[in-house]
């Protein structure tokens, strides 16, 4: 099998745990800042939850997190914490209050979770949790979700809004993997080639992230590497799915925060330009031939821009 591993960077653990005094005033809760302690986890909870798609290729994958103990001063005391992993009751809430994708647990031979309990020594805020997917295991059509939880955190206060890592694996077919080929153009228009400012780079594997069962997202490597949206259809399932209506589109809201400042204008949105045929939204195509499908052709003011998507 191969085996993909994800780690959080120490640097980001750190940056992670000099942000818990914004934590600590939570609004919500008592100001633990003036005297009191909170355990959470500082990327979890669902303010977060997109970052807790488990999105990477391979067959086996490997996701480190960190658990926390927020407060005024480093405890000097040590702090036991325990953790509930795969509730039911976790996942039924989530998707009572979250309908838009309907998860199921992740079955049980598809992951291992052995750390039920972690003790972090006085003078010590964190400690490093692990958690292993075998994502052949899981079918790649449904969605998944597997909860892990802070029960108990002794005697400290359990945050209420980050007392809870929600790893999930959205059944998007279209998501993973992809190398991603850059052209851009000095001018708006590709016609005129490579006497105005022609420029191919190979930006190497990048991550197509699943938003919905049938929308993921993928970033342009123009200017400030703004997402395309990629919405489509599905007629059936398994092997014999077919696929249509493909709409690939840069939002309004990611104009507004990639382009204006720069002072960019986005001329056209993006379209398809396979190489490998002519694309027509009304055609069922089968998963192979929607492969082909991702390459996307935008223009601004100034700039023609084609980012090709080739799957891993």
Aim: proline share 5%.
């Amino acid at each position: 099998m191969k085996k993909k591993i994800i780690l959080i960077p120490t640097i980001l653990l750190s940056a992670a745990v000099l942000s818990l005094s914004s934590c600590l005033k939570d609004s919500r809760y008592v100001d633990f800042s003036k005297g009191g302690s909170i355990v959470e986890f500082p990327t979890g909870g669902q303010v977060n939850f997109s970052g807790d798609a488990v999105t990477a290729s391979g067959d086996t994958i490997v996701q480190q997190f960190a658990v926390t103990v927020a407060s005024p001063t480093v405890p000097t005391t040590a702090t036991t914490v325990t953790f509930s992993v795969d509730d039911p009751a976790v996942v039924t809430a989530y998707v009572l209050a979250n309908p838009a994708v309907s998860y199921l647990p992740v079955p049980a031979n598809a992951y291992v979770y052995t750390q039920t309990s972690v003790t972090i020594p006085g003078g010590q805020r964190s400690a490093i949790l692990t958690v292993t997917f075998y994502k052949n295991l899981l079918d790649a059509s449904k969605s998944y979700m597997l909860p892990i939880a802070i029960k108990s955190a002794g005697g400290l206060n359990i945050s209420g809004n980050m007392g809870i890592h929600y790893f999930h694996f959205i059944g998007n077919d279209f998501a993973g993997a992809y190398e991603h080929y850059f052209d851009r153009w000095s001018v708006a228009d590709t016609t005129v080639a490579s006497q105005h400012g022609y420029n191919h780079v190979d930006e190497g594997a990048i991550t197509a992230s699943p938003i919905t069962p049938t929308e993921f997202v993928v970033n342009s490597s123009y200017y400030t590497g703004i997402p395309m949206h990629v919405t489509f259809t599905k007629t059936g399932t398994g092997a014999t799915a077919t696929y249509s209506n493909f709409n690939v589109f840069i939002t309004a809201a990611d104009i507004a925060n990639y382009f204006t400042p720069g002072g960019v204008v986005l001329a056209t949105q993006p379209t398809i330009r396979s190489l490998h045929f002519n694309y027509d939204p009304n055609q069922q195509y089968t998963y192979a031939q929607s492969l082909l499908l991702f390459r996307f052709y935008y223009t601004t003011a100034s700039r023609a821009v084609i980012d090709d998507y080739v799957h891993l």
